[in-house]
């Protein structure tokens, strides 16, 4: 009797080392899984009216996560055998939520992005290029692309005026400019810009008309005269002819000039009769 009291209560020890050494066990813990990357693709005619020349047609596609609002965009397509391509045209994609019944003008763009600019030396006339989107919506819910072309006009830097004024100076003997203003106007880089001048002269002596009122450039200034500046001269600009006879004249004109320094290196103008 004692035995079997005694074996009963080994049995039921073992059946509680049993289950406490299975719930001991080491059980994995749940890792956070990111949802798989997701490719989208359309054929470039889809959502395009007609596919901007010179395309001769393609697939686009959209890499990345479902639910990101950023993901990868993939042109692979080729030219048409007509092509002639400047190196100045990039491709740009249009992403919709939808496309069907609907013209490309009325619809809802949620992204855009440039896939960079189509090279006139494509090999096999074939096209890859790639770029990054950030939509208003999730990648998923982009159900239309189209393609277009742009060329972006270079950034063309911006005109400068220097002006230079003088209240009264002597140009030649007997001969004054009362109230002069001088402008140089153009790109800041370029040699060759625009002159506009504003000036009264008065000629105490009778002059044949045969003369011409000239601005002359240079790159250092002084106050001496053209005729004994030790400045650099660097360009002439021929302004006006001056009125025959005596007297006083307002001159309001403009000229051209193509000096041997850019624009912004003129520092100095000197009025002169020649």
Known sequence: MIVRIMLAAVGTLAVVLSFGSGHAQDVPAETDVKPPFTVQSFSSVY??????????????????????????????????????????????????IKCDGQAPGSRVTVGTVDLGVLKPAQPARAVMAIGEATAFVPLATIKCVSLALR?????????????????????????KVLNSTVSLIGEPESKSFG????????????????????????????????????????????????????????????????????????ECVKLGLQ
């Open 47 to 96: 959502g395009s009216d007609a596919l901007p020349s010179p395309l001769g047609g393609g697939m686009v596609s959209l890499i990345g996560e479902a639910e990101s609002k950023t993901f990868g965009v993939s042109f692979n397509g080729t030219l048409t055998s007509s092509a002639s391509l400047t190196g100045k045209e990039k491709l740009v994609a249009s992403l919709y």
């Open 195 to 266: 002159v506009s001048y504003r000036g009264t002269l008065e000629s105490a002596i009778e002059l044949r008309g045969e003369e011409k009122l000239v601005a002359h450039l240079y790159i250092k200034c002084d106050n001496d005269s053209p005729n004994t500046t030790s400045a650099t001269h660097v360009g002439t600009a021929k302004i006006s002819e001056v009125p025959k006879g005596r007297g006083v004249s307002l001159q309001i004109v403009t000229a051209d000039v193509t000096a041997f320094v850019p624009l912004r290196e003129v």
């Open 151 to 175: 060329i972006d006009e270079p950034d063309k830097p911006p005109f400068i005026v220097k002006t230079f004024t003088e209240e009264n100076i002597e140009i030649a003997q007997d001969v």
